[in-house]
């Protein structure tokens, strides 16, 4: 079956960094669109990063000089290396992997904590 299973989360003091990952399985890795979602108490989900099937990638606006976002198609994995992190990048990371209209899964998360 499908499986998006994130890890890399955790506390972080403000200025620090994490590299977030995400192993997909039961899908053919390559040919999903593959986005980085996050949600903090409160709040809506947003985008923080996306990266096409070609891998160019796509940073939001609040993530641009400090996100990146990385595929390894050969390893099925999806990254997420974030530098110099805010309090306010504290939330869930979702990895999600879209092939629209038919296909749009979701992993259960991985909680980022940016605090001192």
């Known amino acids: 079956q499908v499986q998006l299973v994130e890890s890399g989360g955790g506390l972080v003091q403000p200025g620090g960094s994490l590299r977030l990952s995400c192993a997909a399985s039961?899908?053919?890795?390559?040919?999903?669109?593959m986005r980085w979602v996050r949600q903090a108490p409160g709040k809506e989900r947003e985008l923080v990063a996306s990266i096409a099937t070609t891998g160019v990638p796509y940073t939001s606006d609040f993530g641009k000089g400090r996100f990146t976002i990385s595929r390894d198609n050969d390893k099925s994995t999806l990254y997420l290396q974030m530098n110099d992190l805010k309090p306010e990048d504290t939330a869930v990371y979702f990895c999600?992997?879209?092939?629209?209209?038919?296909?749009?899964?979701w992993g259960q998360g991985t909680q980022v904590t940016v605090s001192s």
């Open positions: 039961g899908f053919t890795f390559s040919r999903f669109y």
């Open positions: 999600n992997a879209r092939m629209m209209p038919q296909f749009d899964y």
